[in-house]
């Protein structure tokens, strides 16, 4: 089969990889129906997450089950499935808890950008649709193994509620998508900082009811004017970076919650100025594997329609060109056809 493979940083090939088999009793391999290109995959791509050696990428992923392990009895081979970027076995007490992305048996998708991938946990990872869902909604249950699951995660831990004031820091698709969850779990007023128009128009087809488009202490400033002079009930950081955090932490309410799932970069939090605002902090990798069954089922009965994040559409074997669309802003989130 063949996938991608990143070298070094702007360096990504597609090329001839091993085939995915079965090993252990718990996996399940898959033939992807599209993939993508993940904002967090830029990391590397841009040289600031370190590339030591060689490696498979991706961590985002629906498709057709084509063989299952012997301890695998959720799915079957035929069904199209949607998974999440971190696999979990949904029975540990952790996954009981609803922290799926904090499984004991936890393992991190990174080989999905390929025509076919071997999924650890299955039993516990993959959510199978009722029927083979029309080719018009696989982006929209691509979106949920991820960004859509992560940007509803922010919302959640940002506990936005019925009648709040939500503010949404990041405009990728992360971003986007949590202005669809903040609108879903009934924000009144939906604030998204953004300064790239195309990204603004389709947060306001999302939901978002006004746009911020300064950043910095300027950002603070004008989400303050917006909530008179007292900040947002939830702020839903979807950056990672340390300028990103601060504007989150800022930007909410003495009472509020700021909901984190940016992967942070440089970020350092201040314990006494966080002591003194009163601001709730929560946040991490998102327990998509919670959200899955919900989401799918919002996303098929077309009450939302996260794949509209997917703004640039190319054959698998173009995905450098994914990349390097995605780094110049030229797209929102690249979709992978194999």
Not at 145 to 170: F, I, L, N, R
Not at 228 to 234: L, V
Request: proline share 5%; net charge negative; glycine share 10%.
């Amino acid at each position: 089969m063949r996938g991608a493979v990143i070298h070094a940083p702007g360096d990504v090939r597609f090329e001839t990889l091993d085939e995915p088999k079965i090993l252990r009793p718990t996996d399940a391999v898959i033939r992807t129906a599209v993939t993508c290109v993940c904002g967090s995959d830029l990391w590397p791509w841009r040289g600031l997450d370190a590339t030591d050696e060689a490696h498979p990428m991706g961590h985002e992923y629906v498709g057709f089950v084509e063989e299952v392990g012997a301890e695998v009895t959720a799915v079957k081979p035929g069904q199209f499935v949607v998974g999440s970027f971190a696999t979990s076995d949904n029975t540990c007490a952790n996954c009981r808890n609803g922290w799926q992305s904090n499984c004991l048996s936890r393992e991190f998708m990174s080989t999905c950008q390929s025509e076919y991938v071997r999924i650890p946990n299955a039993q516990g990872t993959l959510v199978a649709t009722d029927e083979v869902p029309g080719e018009e909604f696989w982006p929209g249950l691509l979106a949920v193994s991820d960004v859509m699951g992560t940007g509803w995660y922010a919302a959640d831990a940002a506990e936005v509620k019925p009648g709040s004031t939500a503010v949404v820091v990041g405009d990728g698709a992360v971003g986007l998508c949590a202005v669809i969850a903040a609108k879903e779990m009934g924000a009144e007023r939906i604030i998204a900082m953004s300064r790239h128009e195309s990204r603004q128009r389709l947060a306001r087809e999302f939901g978002a009811t006004h746009i911020v488009t300064e950043r910095g202490d300027e950002g603070i400033a004008r989400i303050k004017d917006l909530t008179d002079g007292i900040g947002a009930d939830s702020v839903l950081e979807c950056v990672g970076t340390a300028q990103a955090m601060r504007q989150a932490l800022h930007s909410a309410r003495p009472g509020g919650n700021v909901g984190f799932v940016g992967v942070p970069h440089e970020v350092a939090v201040d314990g006494q100025e966080l002591f003194f605002s009163h601001v709730g902090l929560r946040g991490g990798p998102a327990p998509v594997r919670r959200y899955l069954p919900d989401l799918i089922e919002r996303v098929l009965s077309g009450r939302i329609d996260p794949g509209k994040v997917f703004d640039l559409t190319l054959p698998l074997e173009q995905v450098a060109e994914g990349y390097k669309a995605m780094d110049e802003r030229r797209a929102i989130k690249a979709l992978l056809k194999p």
